[in-house]
């Protein structure tokens, strides 16, 4: 009797296990690129969260934060709204980098394959890869743009949840936030101007993503996996070491358009009107009135957060 329950046991646990693999085999490999890609974006996102809230208040120029420097903005993060301050917005960056990463990942196979089978002699080299790296990263931008603008729009305000006005800060550090949330900041912004608002800064994303940053980042990824010996064809701590470095690199040649970008979204915030009309009105008129450093404004955070995620996304 007990050796029929253990093979009936048995039959089960085999059972059980095949119908996962049946269950999970199920899906086209499209979709389980888009999952993978999507859980891995929403992991490496949360990770540096804090990282990213605070580039933002740098980048955007936020009264009382841009010339204290990034210690002192997060330590001041921390009084004001406490530790869940460090991720306001993630929210809308989950909910983005989902679809986001996903879209990224997949349509490249997608686009090089199609451009391979349609365009032979341009041949397997890099170029091909710099083409459809940067075709899928502006696909993927204007999937999900609209939750990158709402996202932005949620990290600059700071709210001191404490009540406490000190340093003549009370400008940018209000009792209530002008969004109460991710629903809220769709209405608003629609009111502002219809479907072309949740666009705001769409010119400098696409210029910085499509030419530059996905195409080298993809070039330079390649590229170096090119230069792999076949001994060392499975080591994953080489291809995180790739992924971070061809991140680092194509965000550095585009990070001023990034500061655009996000000082276009976060311009009805700050004036009540748009300042900026376009990427080259806003990269002179920052050069002019700032000067050219802070266009680089929170770059050693940006290389943190590229590091960790590219590193995490390519692995």
């Known amino acids: 009797m007990g050796s029929s329950n253990e093979a009936r046991g048995g039959l089960v646990d085999r059972s059980s296990g095949h119908v996962d693999d049946i269950f999970i085999d199920w899906f086209p490999l499209c979709v389980k690129e888009l999952m993978a890609g999507g859980a891995a974006g929403a992991i490496a996102k949360t990770a540096v969260a804090p990282l990213e809230r605070t580039k933002i208040l740098l980048q955007a120029r936020t009264e009382g934060f841009y010339s204290i420097g990034v210690y002192q903005s997060m330590k001041k993060i921390l009084n004001h709204e406490g530790i869940r301050g460090l991720y306001k917005g993630n929210t809308a960056t989950i909910i983005r980098i989902v679809p986001y990463s996903a879209l990224h990942y997949t349509t490249y196979e997608h686009y090089r394959s199609w451009i391979l089978q349609n365009y032979p002699t341009f041949g397997t080299g890099p170029l091909i890869d710099l083409v459809a790296g940067a075709a899928s990263g502006g696909t993927a931008i204007l ?95 080489l291809y995180l070491t790739f992924g971070a470095f061809a991140g680092v690199f194509g965000s550095t040649c585009t990070y001023p ?29 920052i050069i002019r009135n700032q000067g050219w450093r802070q266009l680089y404004a929170g770059l050693s955070l940006n290389y943190m957060k590229v590091i960790s995620w590219n590193s995490f996304a390519t692995a």
Not at 186 to 205: C, H, L, S, W
Not at 260 to 284: C, F, K, N, P, W
């Open 143 to 237: 999937c999900t743009y609209p939750l990158d603008l709402a996202r932005t729009k949620l990290a600059y305000q700071v709210v001191d949840r404490k009540q406490i006005f000190t340093n003549g800060f009370r400008s940018c550090i209000h009792s209530r936030p002008a969004y109460d949330g991710l629903q809220d900041v769709f209405r608003k912004v629609y009111k502002e101007g219809g479907i072309r608002a949740f666009y705001r800064g769409i010119g400098p994303t696409l210029v910085g993503i499509l030419p530059p940053y996905t195409g080298l980042k993809f070039y330079t990824y390649e590229l170096l996996k090119t230069e792999v010996t076949e001994q060392r064809q499975n080591s994953i701590g």
């Open 257 to 285: 358009l990034e500061v655009v970008r996000r000082r276009m979204q976060v311009d009805y915030l700050q004036q009540g009107e748009a300042r900026y009309s376009s990427t080259i009105q806003g990269l002179t008129s």
